[in-house]
Nanobody
Framework: QVQLVESGGGLVQAGGSLRLSCAASGTIISTHIMGWYRQTPGKQRELVAV????????NYADSVKGRFTVSTDNSKNTMYLQMNSLRPEDTAVYYC????????WGQGTQVTVSS
């Protein structure tokens, strides 16, 4: 059974940084296109960062481009999201998952950015 566990969220002031982690079990993330998503109450889940681990290519939503960096450590079967220059509008619950054919969603990790 696939399990995705997100961690690393917290409360940070605007302009600060956080690094999120996504530990996967039951699947090998290097064989998939993986992504970071975020969701705020009343809104649809938004895909903000994608990594194709086979070639290391990445893509980002315009709202986070230049501030967020997605990466993986295949030896740990873990994906990361480095978030810099955080803004209040980045406040959300962040999730990781396979892009397209999603696995069951994990609990996510809350990121709160204060102004």
């Amino acid at each position: 059974q696939v399990q995705l566990v997100e961690s690393g969220g917290g409360l940070v002031q605007a302009g600060g940084s956080l690094r999120l982690s996504c530990a996967a079990s039951g699947t090998i993330i290097s064989t998939h296109i993986m992504g970071w998503y975020r969701q705020t109450p009343g809104k649809q889940r938004e895909l903000v960062a994608v990594i194709t681990t086979s070639d290391g290519s990445t893509n980002y939503a315009d709202s986070v481009k230049g501030r967020f960096t997605v990466s993986t450590d295949n030896s740990k079967n873990t994906m990361y999201l480095q978030m810099n220059s955080l803004r209040p509008e980045d406040t959300a619950v962040y999730y990781c998952n396979r892009v397209g054919n999603n696995y069951y969603w994990g609990q996510g990790t809350q990121v709160t950015v204060s102004s």
